[in-house]
T-cell receptor, first 113, second 113 residues
Framework: DAKTTQPNSMESNEEEPVHLPCNHSTISGTDYIHWYRQLPSQGPEYVIHGLTSNVNNRMASLAIAEDRKSSTLILHRATLRDAAVYYCILRDRTQGGSEKLVFGKGTKLTVNP | GAVVSQHPSRVICKSGTSVKIECRSLDFQATTMFWYRQFPKQSLMLMATSNEGSKATYEQGVEKDKFLINHASLTLSTLTVTSAHPEDSSFYIC?????????FGEGSWLTVV
């Protein structure tokens, strides 16, 4: 499985931007980069995904390095509700065309009021 | 986004009994669903891939006779923990793919006493 490396934890202040880094040096050409977040006692929530180009949606932006070996999830204005564990995942294509997500340890984001 | 629902959200069972957890895709059909387990303060661990109309594919180290998976329809997969023991107490989460994105259920807490 292609692996990702993220810092164990990060801290931010409310209403400030947050940049969550992820390294994935063994990414293959067809791997998508997915970001999920998980609040306590809840299932993971989809945040964003991309392949090569930077992506924006209502929740966040995803900046992907030109060599695709790293990416950064950007929360433009952190709120207390953004406090969660953020997972950067490379989508793993299994045999037969189905796909599974393999989770690493993620980054625990703390947002200070 | 697409909705994946799990039931029950919490269940307590006696040691030695079996318990069933349901995972439904509410507004889409899912030929493939995934089951994860998560212990406190740990990441999600993929247990198995559930395939509609065929046998599930289990990850290495997961006992298929203990964790029975049935995916009898395009909107329902069930996980049955047989002969449950206290060490099976965990947070069980399912997911399903809709388009290019995988969505997760809310999770089911299992406590075996």
């Amino acid at each position: 499985d292609a692996k990702t490396t993220q810092p164990n934890s990060m801290e931010s202040n409310e209403e400030e931007p947050v940049h969550l880094p992820c390294n994935h040096s063994t990414i293959s050409g067809t791997d998508y980069i997915h970001w999920y977040r998980q609040l306590p006692s809840q299932g993971p929530e989809y945040v964003i995904h991309g392949l090569t180009s930077n992506v924006n949606n209502r929740m966040a932006s995803l900046a992907i390095a030109e060599d695709r070996k790293s990416s950064t999830l950007i929360l433009h204005r952190a709120t207390l509700r953004d406090a969660a564990v953020y997972y950067c995942i490379l989508r793993d294509r299994t045999q037969g065309g189905s796909e599974k997500l393999v989770f690493g340890k993620g980054t625990k984001l703390t947002v200070n009021p | 986004g697409a909705v994946v629902s799990q039931h029950p959200s919490r269940v307590i069972c006696k040691s030695g009994t079996s318990v069933k957890i349901e995972c439904r895709s509410l507004d889409f059909q899912a030929t493939t669903m995934f089951w994860y387990r998560q212990f406190p303060k740990q990441s999600l661990m993929l247990m198995a891939t559930s395939n509609e109309g065929s046998k599930a594919t289990y990850e290495q180290g997961v006992e298929k006779d203990k964790f029975l998976i049935n995916h009898a329809s395009l909107t329902l997969s069930t996980l049955t923990v047989t002969s449950a023991h206290p060490e099976d107490s965990s947070f069980y989460i399912c997911s399903a793919r809709f388009g290019n994105t995988i969505y997760f259920g809310e999770g089911s807490w299992l406590t075996v006493v």
